[in-house]
């Protein structure tokens, strides 16, 4: 019989390591807990320990410029849009 793998979400990954970075419980307390394997605790503590300094890196959540640009450009095209449109349904209303 072939058992099937869990597939955790992101935010059970992150309340799990954040527990093991906190260090109120062992590492087989909370893999008995969370019922995952403790090699799996210790792979997500060590992926939330090493990408923690991104979080505060700046830039972060920012588009870069290509991308303000081309959100520029279509902001100005549903301007022109927009006011093509009012301006034929004012001429052909009845």
Not at 80 to 89: A, I, K, M, N, P
Request: overall charge positive; cysteine-free; charged content about 20%.
């Amino acid at each position: 019989m072939q058992q099937t793998r869990k597939k955790h979400s992101a935010v059970f990954k992150a309340k799990v390591a954040l527990a093991a970075v906190a260090g109120e419980q062992t590492i087989a307390e909370l893999a008995s807990r969370f019922e995952v394997h403790p090699n799996q605790i210790h792979t997500w503590k060590r992926l939330l320990v090493e990408g923690a300094p991104e979080l505060f890196s700046p830039g972060l959540g920012q588009p870069d410029k290509a991308n303000q640009e081309l959100i520029a450009g279509l902001y100005q095209q549903i301007g022109q849009l927009t006011v093509e449109r009012d301006f034929l349904s004012k001429r052909f209303s009845p």
